[in-house]
């Protein structure tokens, strides 16, 4: 864990008992099980919620890595089926047709061609 991310959720953690706005639940378990003792629930109700807002970081950010991979996973998808589609128009186009040219002297051939004839540089799609 993140030194600096550790000290801000102290810091989180102790602004909430100056200010008395605990979250319920941590300060619930830290004033049972200090008996009603109020420093003592102070002080364990920082450590219960440091944990706690470590716990939902961690959460987040597992949560965010998972959606990214999703997210590219669908990418990944959408960029094969536009490629299938695009070779399959290919196929359906006259095999003669000029679909290829060098990006150097511009010349162009049919997709029979993968390097330029003049020059050996590989041809782009047009
Ligand atoms: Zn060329």
């Known amino acids: 864990m ?8 102290y ?8 200010k008395k706005n605990m979250s319920k639940s ?15 629930a102070s002080a364990l109700y920082i450590e219960i919620r440091v944990g706690q807002l470590r716990r939902d970081h961690e ?3 597992q949560r965010r890595i998972e959606e990214r991979i999703r997210r590219e996973q ?8 536009q490629e299938a589609r695009r070779q399959e128009e290919e196929k359906r186009q006259d095999p003669e ?7 150097k002297d511009g010349s162009r ?16 799609r047009i």
């Open 11 to 18: 810091e989180i953690a102790c602004d909430e008992v100056i």
């Open 97 to 103: 047709a000029i679909v290829r040219q060098c990006p």
């Open 59 to 61: 959460e987040e950010t």
């Open 74 to 81: 669908i990418e990944e998808r959408i960029r094969r089926e």
């Open 26 to 40: 941590a300060w619930g378990r830290a004033f049972s099980e200090s008996k009603g003792d109020i420093q003592l």
């Open 2 to 9: 993140d030194k600096h991310l550790e000290d801000k959720f």
């Open 109 to 124: 051939y049919n997709k029979s061609f993968e390097v330029c004839l003049y020059c050996g540089t590989r041809l782009t």
